[in-house]
Each structure stands twice: as C-alpha cells, then as structure tokens.
C-alpha cells in the first residue's frame, strides 16, 4: 500500500527545496523500505511524493495544473478534482493542489481510519503516513505525556502521538494552504437520518441490508478477488454475508489453532457459505520467524501499536499475499450492536449525559499495575482522554448517550482498526467495509433498541441466511433472533453474559477480575518472547540504565519485570509489549526523554 509525503510552505513566497522532501523520502525508504512512485509539486511552494512497492515508472504530473495523489484505498472516479475529498469512500490518505484556487489540501478518510500525520515547523507543514518518518527526521522532541498514554492506554486515537509537534489529522478533516496561509476544517462528521430513526426493527433491517449491499456492490465491485476475515462471532458472520449478497467475489480466511473455538466456527460458516476458507496458523518455529519481522512491525507501528503483536498480525498478513493483497476487516460492526453503550447499563438511550467514568473504566483504561514506573500515569492519562473525548463528542451534545457514545467509539477506534489498517500496508491493502459513509449512517441513525442485544444483527443475518444464523456464536448461542423453539439455545449466551459483566466489574473496582477465563499459554509465543528478550538485551535496547526512555522506570522493578517475562505464566505481557515498542521506536527515531 503507497506511503506519502509532503513539505508545504505557509507563504506563497517561499521555496521548497527538492532536496527537502528526497530527504524526507530517504527516511521514509530507510524505515519502511518502499521505492518512489511519483512525485508531484505545486509551483515551488509545495512537493509532494507518493511511494510503494513498484518501481518509479509513473510520469510526475505537470507542475501548472491539478494533481491528486493518495495512499490506501479509494472509490471513486479515477479523474477525480481536488476539491472532491468528500465524495470519495475507502480509508486513505490524500495529497491534492487545486489550480483554480492555487491551494494544496492534505486529509484522511471520513472516519480518520488511514494515518496521516504533520507537524508545522519554521513556516513549513511536512506530512507523512508514518508519525516514525517524522519523528526521525524533523529530529522531533519524545512526548513524555504521548508515552505515558500509549503505555498506560496501549494505544493513540486522534491527534496525539508520542512526539511533541507530530500530529495525526482527525477523522473527516483535511490541512488547506492557501494564500493566506494553512488551516485546518472538518469536511464531514456523521448525522443521524431523521428517516431511519423513526424505522421500526423490520424496515430497519430491509435498509441497512438494502444500503450496505448496494454500497459494496458499487465501491467493492463484483470482481475484486479479495481475502475477507471470518471468525466465529457476529461482524465477520454478518460482513459475510452482505458481501455475498452484493455480489462481491471473496474467499475467507481465519486466523488460529485447530482447538481454537473461532476457527471452528468460521470453517463450519465457511462451508454453509459456500465460501473457499483457509486457516492461518503461527508456525512452529515462531521464535525464529518473529526476528527477522520485527523490524517491520517497529517501522509500521509508529510505536502506537505493541509490535510483538503486530508481528503476528503482520506475519499473517504476509501469508495471504500468495492469492489477494486485499483485505476486508469486520471493524465497526460493533455500531450495529449496543457494544459502544452496554456501560450505560439502565441509562443507555434515556438521556443525553454520558456516564464518562464508565466509558473510561469499561472501555478506554482497564486496570493494569504501573508498579514499575516511577509514578503512576493514570490520573493524568485519564484526565487528558476524558478531555479529548469530551471535546470530539460536543457537537452531538444534545444527541441520545447511545449517539454520542457511538461517535466517541469511532474516533477511539482510530487508534485500533485504524492503527492495525495502517500497519497492514507492509504487505497487504485492507479495507473497513462497516466504516464506508453510508453502511455507518444507516447503524448510526437506526433506533438504539433495536441494536440493543443483538436483534438488529440476528434479524439481517437471519435475513440473509437463517442456515448461518442458526450456527452457534463464540459468545454463546446461536446468531438467530429469539423464539419460543429456540430460547434454551440462548442460556450460554446469557451466562456469558453475566460472567464477563462481573468479571468487568470486579476488575475495574478491584482489580482482580472475577470468573475470568484461564489464559491459554502459547509456547510459540512464550519462547518467541524470550527469543526477543535475548536479542535486544544483547542489543542494549532493554539494560534499564541504557533505555531512552528509562527515566519513567524504576530500574530495580524493571529489571525484576524483564526476569519474570521469560516464564510462561508470565501475567504482564501487555505492559511488557508497550515497553518494548516504545524503547524501538525511540531508537528508531534516534531519540531519548533525556534529550
């Protein structure tokens, strides 16, 4: 998947150098190793380039009229005109000069799922898809504040990142320079439709059936060829099946072990579809492979995803090369159902106040031990996510709880599908069907109790075949609506239910969960691990004293913390995982909190 970047001036008058952005494209290609496919200017006060995997063979459009270059996937006519960003679907970023208004604009998709950075500096913008590639060149300044996020978090939605002046460009907005220098706007936010609101659940399923099927008939087209994800739960399931309704050619892919509950599912599903399937599974010699990918999963990371995870994920991306790049991904069908607002609990839908301490507790901090920092972050981590989400959710200030917190999912979403989308253009192009501007208004608008419990999903997969609906799901119980032959089908469903909802609350108010399943240990995992542990303690990168970001640890807890890592009951992978992606990543950028 293409790369971009660009160097902008504020004033018309001043110069770009061509040197400045081949600089910039060294480090982009010393990082992410992609060749220059274009490049592209407007007069001499902007340059900007688009990068990839093929050599550089396409002309350079002509510097004296409009240009459009982008990154990832776009629908939309292919003599599409700058100022058009708003009628193009997909996730991508985008680079455009408009002739007539002698402007250049730099953006990202509706929902801000493709990354695209910027950072001002000396009466210039440089803009990038990588925050990493910023970073290492404009020699950026580490964010303690950035970091403390990402390890308390574990992940970056909106603007923030780990770098002080490095900023993502928000969901459905766009950076126009123009004569009187750069501003920033928000081209599209969603609305509710009045219409489908006041839908009762049958015409509500027809239309989001109806909507989603024609738009992926249109944006997808019927001969794509393209790797669809399956598992065992509802979004795959119900993605699925619209795409096959719609007419588009897929084959599904599953991710896991041959014991693992998903695979089994999605291969039954698979079959009942009619669908080619094929299973994924880490190799056997997983601690020798991770090596050699790591530093792939550091540079396409940006330090905003744990890359030992993104490794896996990258490693099966890879595999699926030998028959598609492209990939569409279940994210976002979480809007169909009551996931953003089950926090709400007996409030959900009945007043326009968002219970924030839930929505931080239950979905953006889960408790974790910060022993092993010198101060515990969280206060100031929570305060500044409240703040953010606060501010993003205001427009919709007079909306349903249910509304907003659908709109404050989605943009905490960025720094989940959005940063996984992003990573994946190492070897593949995914794609969000569930966040194309139509399919997302039609859950959006459609009345919250219809979503609550499923129903709105069990009525359109039951909709579009009662066989698949009939199989179980990973939650408990089948993916079919409610009858009286089938109530006793739906008793796991509600024990699971009950067992995660007092899991979620003992863990938050006490940070021991309760009835939580035992975690299954992965000795490829385990022994990848300490295969990793070896190879940066030999490499510097994890002796405490050595760290770059070193000062936020207790030295003697984290050395104690690296010990306990080799062993398989290991409980703190995930502190561990941002540990070492924030340590690579300040390495990779050649910089320390130290200065």
């Known amino acids: 998947m293409p790369g971009l970047i660009a160097v902008i001036a504020h004033d018309r008058r001043a110069v770009v150098e061509e040197s400045e952005v081949d600089e910039l494209a060294t480090v982009y290609r010393s990082l992410r190793g992609e060749s220059i496919l274009r490049r592209a200017s407007a007069g001499e006060h902007a340059r900007a380039m688009e990068l990839g995997v093929e050599p550089d063979t396409t002309p350079s459009p002509p510097t004296s009229s409009s240009w459009v270059v982008t990154a990832g996937i776009r629908d939309g006519d292919s003599a599409v005109q700058p100022h058009d960003l708003e009628r193009l679907e997909g996730q991508f970023g985008w680079i455009a000069y408009d002739s007539d208004s002698d402007e250049v604009a730099v953006g990202t998709d509706s929902f801000g799922m493709f990354a695209v950075y910027f950072a001002h500096r000396d009466g210039k913008t440089y803009v990038a898809t990588s925050a990493l590639v910023l970073a290492n060149y404009l020699r950026a300044t580490p964010s303690e504040l950035g970091i403390k996020i990402f390890l308390r978090a574990g992940y970056h939605f909106g603007r923030v990142t780990n770098w002080e002046g490095i900023a993502r460009v928000d969901p459905g907005s766009r950076l126009v320079f123009g004569a009187s220098g750069p501003r920033y706007e928000t081209y599209w936010r969603p609305e509710v439709d ?15 059936c109806n909507v989603a099927c024609a738009t992926y008939a249109h944006v997808l087209g019927p001969d794509r060829g393209t790797w669809a994800d399956l598992t065992g739960g509802f979004d795959t399931r119900l993605l699925a099946l619209l795409l096959r309704r719609a007419g588009v050619d897929f084959r599904s892919t599953t991710t896991g072990n041959d014991d693992n509950l998903d695979v089994r599912i999605a291969k039954r599903i698979a079959e009942l579809g009619g669908w080619e399937w094929f299973q994924v599974k880490l190799p056997g010699d997983w601690p020798q492979v991770i090596g050699s990918i790591l530093p792939t ?19 099966a991306h890879r595999e699926k090369t030998w028959l598609s790049r492209s990939l569409l991904i279940g994210g976002g069908g979480e809007h169909f159902r009551n996931f953003t607002w089950q926090q709400e609990f007996l409030n959900a839908g009945k007043t326009s106040r968002v219970n924030l301490d839930n929505w931080v507790d239950m979905r953006l901090l889960h408790p974790m031990d910060m022993s092993v920092l010198v101060e515990d972050p969280t206060d100031e981590v929570r305060s500044d996510l409240e703040e953010r989400m606060v501010a993003w959710a205001s427009p919709y200030a007079s909306e349903r709880n249910t509304t907003q917190l659908d709109v404050m999912y989605a943009y905490k979403i960025t720094g989940h599908f959005g940063a996984y989308l992003s990573a994946a253009g190492a070897y593949i192009e995914p794609q969000l069907p569930f966040y194309f501007r139509p399919v997302f208004v039609g859950a959006f608008s459609t009345d919250y109790r219809h979503r609550n419990n499923h129903r709105l999903m069990r009525h359109m997969i039951a909709a579009l075949d009662e066989r698949i609906a009939a199989i179980g799901t990973v939650t408990g119980g089948p993916a079919e609506p409610w009858r009286l032959s089938n109530l006793h089908r739906f008793l796991p469903y509600y024990g699971n239910l009950a067992r995660r909802a007092v899991t979620k609350l003992t863990q938050t108010t006490t940070g021991r969960p309760i009835l939580a399943p035992s975690p299954t240990v992965d000795e490829r995992i385990v022994s990848a691990r300490r295969a990793i542990l070896e190879q940066l303690s030999k490499d510097g990168a994890l002796t405490p004293s050595e760290m770059r970001a070193g000062r936020l640890f207790k030295l003697a807890a984290l050395e104690e913390l690296l010990e306990r890592a080799a062993r398989p009951d290991f409980p703190d992978d995930e502190l561990l995982g941002r540990i070492i992606t924030i340590e690579l990543a300040l390495r990779a950028a050649d910089a320390s909190l130290d200065g």
């Open 194 to 208: 009045g219409a489908v609101a006041k839908m009762n659940l049958v015409e509500a399923v027809r239309h989001c």
């Open 297 to 315: 999963s550091v540079a396409w990371s940006d330090g905003h995803l744990d890359v030992l995870q993104l490794a896996r994920v990258l490693w």
